[in-house]
Structures are given as structure tokens and as C-alpha cells.
């Protein structure tokens, strides 16, 4: 059973951060960020995601999130 990707306490702050495969700059396109920001917003809107910081750039991202203690 993977571990990987598991949240020992999902309410603390966790630093995540992923790079598209072989490092392709995709986000350069505005098109594609347009997509990665719609996500980010619906994620915060209606799963409780909770965003600290994020910078978004031309072949990866970086966030600190954490979630809403009262989240459904």
C-alpha cells in the first residue's frame, strides 16, 4: 500500500509541488494557466482548500495549502 501521497494531520499546512512531465513549459501558454487558476479557485470554492501561497511557473508549481477545519 502507497504512502506517498497521504496527509498524516489534512488541517496543518503542507508545502506541495509538482512539474509537468520532462520539464515542458506548458504554463507558458495562457491557455494553460487559465486552466491550472479555474482548478486552484474551484478547489478553494468548493472542496475547502485553503491557499497561502502559490507561484505558478512555465513547467511547475509550488503551493502551501492546508484545509478548512470545518470542511464537509
Known sequence: MSTRYKFGDE????????????????????EYREIFVESLSY??????????AWVLMSNHVHLLISLKENNP
Do not use: M, P, Q, S
Not at 11 to 30: H, L, P, Q, S
Not at 44 to 51: E, P
Open 43 to 52: 478547489c478553494i470554492k468548493n472542496k475547502g482548500l485553503v491557499v497561502h
Open 11 to 30: 488541517y496543518k499546512g503542507y508545502f506541495a509541488t509538482f512539474a509537468v512531465v520532462e520539464w515542458i513549459d506548458v504554463f507558458t501558454r495562457n
